[in-house]
């Protein structure tokens, strides 16, 4: 049986609506599976009991954790520090072995730094990538990275087109993917020196598609797309804002908006669920910070899809599955 | 009398979409014009002919520019070894004293290279910026830079947030513009060293409205966005492409989509018509190199609106009009 490890603490919306999407994903997963909610017991509780019956509670397993994080604590010692925090508690859990995986609605730079340090990095990677998918008409495209390094190296951005291909590969069952290094042209001259260096290293790797600009993200051309964290982030952050922008000059045309964000709801947050932090001993996943219950729903269930395919892993077979 | 100087010869449709489109700007243009057309002179005569009489032929020149510049031409020295091309030829008559203002959908480097070459840098200006506007509800967003320039110093980030806000004060006649650094979060902590050292920089300016995340840049947080000419690439192209693929997606319910093109049309590039490239000696403006021509009128209505604002300028009264 798949073990979930989840932050019940964090997220914009607290406990009440991570542990109703917790429980709403269990009721919708095909693969069954018990979740650690780690957060304070009394509110957990609470919660669940508001819910009444209709779910089995012996697969809800509370984990109390009653250190709080404050805006003192350094993001990079909190790990240790805050051990019984409901962040660093759920990284722990899959250390201890009694987790398979975890998902966290918290603050980033926690996160992944509690990962790195508890969970460590995999054989052969030097660093660990934040990775998000947005949606294009030819399927999903991962974004790598999306926040977790900037002032990245061309090894980095190397590394990063790999662990994107291993994780889209195993996610999916897809064969022959493909990573593009995002550029401002596609001539080989373009560009800054790091980008034109991570493409020499990654020249001869049959899963390498060139540059690719902006202007063909949304076009599925690749489907990793490989940039430092800075730009990533900025790119996914303006692109969910013109998401808002776009649904709210249509609220007044909503059976238009519907069949919009059918097509396009991988950039809704609430859709998208969460995003994985790759190249770690483990699966990890970052929930958005303003998660709603659906948000969290699709996170807990893009965690069993991981798990299930083992799309997060140490090196291994990178040509597929 | 405005005189503006237009390359006729670059762009994706030609001559034909050019000098349609110069003429219904002309057409449309509350300012009266004079156009310089640079290119083939037959080709010209013939566009110009096809297009019956209703106007003043009077105020349509044609330059005829015999050089052209291929793909072996580099774009460093193109500005001198072909002078009589069509789009070196509209800067140099900017030079001359015998134009206003240039407008060319040609190559973005061949063009700002021969602006920064023939006509110079403004005093006090170490980097000139290619800045594009993006609509919001709250009004345009002028993004500065989107790809002039790449591994950007502190100082020229900081150079970036004084130009565009001159440009927008003067163009729209606006005060107490606001720029903003766009970064991975609003803490001083947050982003890379350059724009951390930005941020010092601009600090005290009370046209500085600190950091800006790509989730606000379409919330029009700020009246000019400012970050390295990669970035800025990136995110504009990425928002067309993703605009291109909205419409795709409502094309089935056209009085949606044009509702919402209504509002958001500055995204598509035929209506925000052309970008200026600022911190130079004259008013030079970069047209989308799939220009049709609506495209071209819009950019030769900026350009005109430019030029009866002075809003391109070296240095001068930087604190509004």
Same mark, same amino acid.
């Given at each position: ?96 072995? $009694?987790? %398979? !995986?975890? +998902?966290?609605?918290? #603050?980033?730079? /926690? ?107 949304? $076009?599925? %051309? !690749?489907? +990793?797309?490989?940039? #430092?964290?800075? /730009? ?90």
């Amino acid at each position: 049986m798949i073990r979930l490890a989840v932050d019940v603490q964090s997220g914009d919306f607290g406990p009440d609506a991570v542990v109703r999407g917790v429980v709403e994903a269990y009721a919708s997963s095909s693969e069954p599976f018990v979740a650690c909610l780690c957060g304070d017991e009394a509110q957990i509780s609470g919660v669940l009991d508001g819910l009444g019956g209709g779910f089995d509670r012996s697969n809800f397993i509370i984990e109390h954790c009653p250190d709080i994080i404050n805006d003192d604590d350094r993001r990079t010692t909190v790990w240790k520090n805050k051990k019984r925090s409901s962040i660093v508690r759920c990284v722990s859990l899959q250390k201890e072995g $009694a987790a %398979d !995986a975890s +998902v966290s609605a918290g #603050d980033t730079g /926690i996160l992944i730094g509690s990962a790195l340090f508890i969970l460590g990095r995999a054989e052969g990677v030097s660093r660990p990538v934040l990775a998000a998918f947005i949606p294009t008409p030819a399927g999903p495209v991962l974004i790598a990275d999306v926040g977790a390094n900037i002032n990245c190296r061309a090894e980095h951005l190397a590394g990063f087109a790999d662990l994107g291909c291993t994780y889209v590969s195993r996610l999916f069952g897809k064969r022959d993917v493909k990573a593009a290094l995002l550029n401002i042209g596609t001539e080989p001259s373009k560009g800054p020196e790091v980008v034109r260096k991570a493409a020499a290293m990654l020249e001869g790797d049959a899963r390498y598609a060139g540059f690719i600009e902006g202007s063909r993200v949304f $076009a599925g %051309d !690749a489907d +990793v797309v490989v940039c #430092d964290g800075f /730009i990533g982030n900025v790119m996914l952050k303006t692109c969910e804002s013109f998401y808002a922008l776009t649904s709210e000059y249509l609220s007044d045309s909503p059976g238009t908006f519907e069949k919009l964000t059918r097509k396009i709801d991988a950039l809704n947050p609430e859709n998208y669920g969460a995003v994985p932090f790759l190249g770690i001993n483990g699966t990890v996943l970052k929930a958005h910070g303003g998660s709603s219950v659906k948000s969290i729903k699709s996170a807990v269930l893009t965690a069993v899809k991981a798990v299930v395919n083992s799309a997060v892993g140490a090196g291994g077979d990178l040509s597929g599955p």
